[in-house]
Structures are given as structure tokens and as C-alpha cells.
């Protein structure tokens, strides 16, 4: 039996007495949830054109240990000295990714950017990190840092690719990255999924993995416009074949659940001691020089008031 027959079915009472709806059961696979998920991103596109400037495109990706034709899992094996099942690298990318945008958002108060999950042909999970900000050759290397020597999620050389464009150039980019989205996790192309393709989604839903996601304030740009209801809902109940399940009742004395809520992720936590002695030791060169100048430049001031 498929999610296709089933139903919510909702009873409440408005301004003209009892109220009964049924609502499709819609989950990330499905039609309506994909609509959505375009709409949000056209929106996205439209705040980009307003908003032009440099934007940074990262692409980042674990280890992959599990022996294939692909990979012969030695990487993983000399970095953390295992090989990494698919479960590990969904994991991992996962925990690394969080930790990765907490420190930007520390770093750089305000920072805006958006992710998407896309499956390589094995069916292992890689992200493409959309940042509208420009980074210096120090911050990237610092972040690559962080990513190969402090997570140990990938290789200093090829855990993290960046490429840096004008808004006008990365609209057309992100484009590609969402039609790649769309296709690879919802099977919206002519193509049938690949077995690496079947294999990613059937991870993504036993891992509970989000699919993208995006900053506070792109997400309050995404989200779809609420509509204010004159009814008050008294029971959701979940309807499949054969049986009937309530699912929320208003008198077990629960708020009616925010069905426009998104999971917030942008709760900071501190920066450890390592995470600010990696960032802080790419830019100390540069500060010493600075610092050099500075005296130098105050000495030859000196000299010349002397003469």
C-alpha cells in the first residue's frame, strides 16, 4: 500500500456551522510538495535580481569509503581509518554542513545563503552551498580547513570546490542546480532514476535528511504567503483504507499545529577553540605584515619630522 490513498481529512466549525475538508497525504516525493518547493525558488530568483553582488558557490563532499568502481575506499581509510558506508557519509555531510554554517553565520552576522542535496552517480550525497558573499583566498582556505582537518568530513583538496560569480551570472547557475534538484530527487525528467539515484532517495527518507534548505532571512523571502482561516479546526484525522487515525485533537488541549513552520537551523552555538585558532592562523601572516607596515610607515614618519 502507497501514500497515494491516503488522506487527512479536517473537521472544525465556521461561520456557518460544521466545516469537514479532506487534504491529499503530501510528503517531499510528491507532486504538490515539488510545486512548492519551484515556487520558493522563483522567489529566491526574483530577491536575487533585486539584489545584486558577488556570490560564492560551494561544493562540498565526504569521503566515500565503501568500495566500488568509483572509489576504492583508501582516502577514508588513511584520513579516519575506515571505510564510510553510505549511512556514514549522509551523516557526516550532514553534522559537517551544520557546523560549517554556524560558523559563518558567526563570522559574518546577517549572511545570507541557500543549500541543495544532490546525489553523485553512486548515490552518495554531496551539497552545494549557495553564499551571497564574496570570500578572500584566507577565508577559503581557512574553511576548507575546517572541513578537512577539524570535521575530517573530506580532503583539503577536494572536500570542498569554490567558485565565486556576480548575482546576474549565479542566477542562471542556481537555475541548473534546481533543475538537477528537481529531476535527481523527485524523478521529474524523462529519465527513470538510476539505481544510484533510487538508492540517494531511499537514504534521504530513512536518514530523515533535508533535502535543501536556506538562511532565516531567504526562508521568510521563500515561504508562500499565509491564509487566514475563519474556521476552528477541532480534529485532524489521518484516513487510509480501511481505517481512521486522529492524528491532533483540540481537546487533548495541543495548539493547532503551524503548518507554515519551517525547522530553524540558525540557533548559534560557540566557536570551539580549534574552530577560531584554524580561522584566526590563516590570517595572522597578514596581520603581521600589516603590522610591519604600520611601524615601518610610523618610523619614516618620525625620521622626517626629525630632519
Request: charge should be neutral; aromatic fraction near 12%.
Amino acid at each position: 500500500m502507497t501514500t497515494k490513498n491516503y488522506e487527512f481529512r479536517l473537521t472544525g466549525t465556521g461561520p456557518e456551522g460544521e466545516v469537514a475538508i479532506t487534504l491529499p497525504y503530501i510528503h517531499r516525493w510528491t507532486g504538490i510538495y515539488q510545486k512548492s518547493v519551484l515556487a520558493k525558488f522563483y522567489a529566491l530568483e526574483n530577491w536575487m535580481k533585486d539584489n545584486s553582488g558577488m556570490v560564492t558557490m560551494f561544493t562540498l563532499t565526504t569521503y566515500q569509503g565503501s568500495k566500488s568502481r568509483f572509489n576504492d575506499g583508501s582516502f577514508s581509510r588513511k584520513a579516519i581509518g575506515k571505510d564510510l558506508a553510505i549511512e556514514d557519509c549522509f551523516n557526516l555531510l550532514k553534522e559537517s554542513r551544520g557546523k560549517l554554517l554556524n560558523v559563518l553565520r558567526n563570522r559574518y552576522k546577517g549572511i545570507n545563503y541557500v543549500w541543495v542535496l544532490e546525489p553523485h552517480e553512486t548515490g552518495y550525497p554531496h551539497c552545494h552551498l549557495i553564499v551571497f558573499r564574496e570570500f578572500t583566498e584566507d577565508e577559503q582556505t581557512a574553511i576548507k580547513q575546517l572541513w578537512s582537518e577539524k570535521y575530517r568530513a573530506g580532503s583539503f583538496d577536494r572536500g570542498i570546490d569554490v567558485t565565486s560569480k556576480k548575482t546576474d551570472e549565479s542566477i542562471h547557475s542556481i537555475r541548473n542546480y534546481l533543475m538537477k534538484y528537481m529531476t535527481k530527487q523527485f524523478g521529474t525528467g524523462d529519465e527513470p532514476w538510476t539505481d544510484g539515484e533510487l538508492l540517494f532517495n531511499a537514504m534521504v527518507w530513512a536518514s530523515c535528511t533535508r533535502m535543501w534548505g536556506a538562511s532565516k532571512e531567504l526562508t521568510a523571502i521563500m515561504q508562500r504567503p499565509t491564509k487566514e482561516s475563519e474556521v476552528t479546526w477541532d480534529t485532524v484525522e489521518l484516513v487510509i483504507p480501511g481505517a481512521r487515525y486522529t492524528v491532533w485533537s483540540r481537546n487533548d488541549g495541543t495548539i493547532f499545529p503551524d503548518l507554515n513552520r519551517e525547522i530553524d537551523e540558525d540557533d548559534l552555538t560557540l566557536e570551539g577553540e580549534v574552530t577560531k585558532w584554524i580561522w584566526e592562523r590563516e590570517f595572522w601572516a597578514e596581520r603581521v605584515w600589516r603590522e610591519q607596515c604600520k611601524i615601518q610607515s610610523e618610523w619614516s614618519r618620525s625620521k622626517r619630522t626629525a630632519i
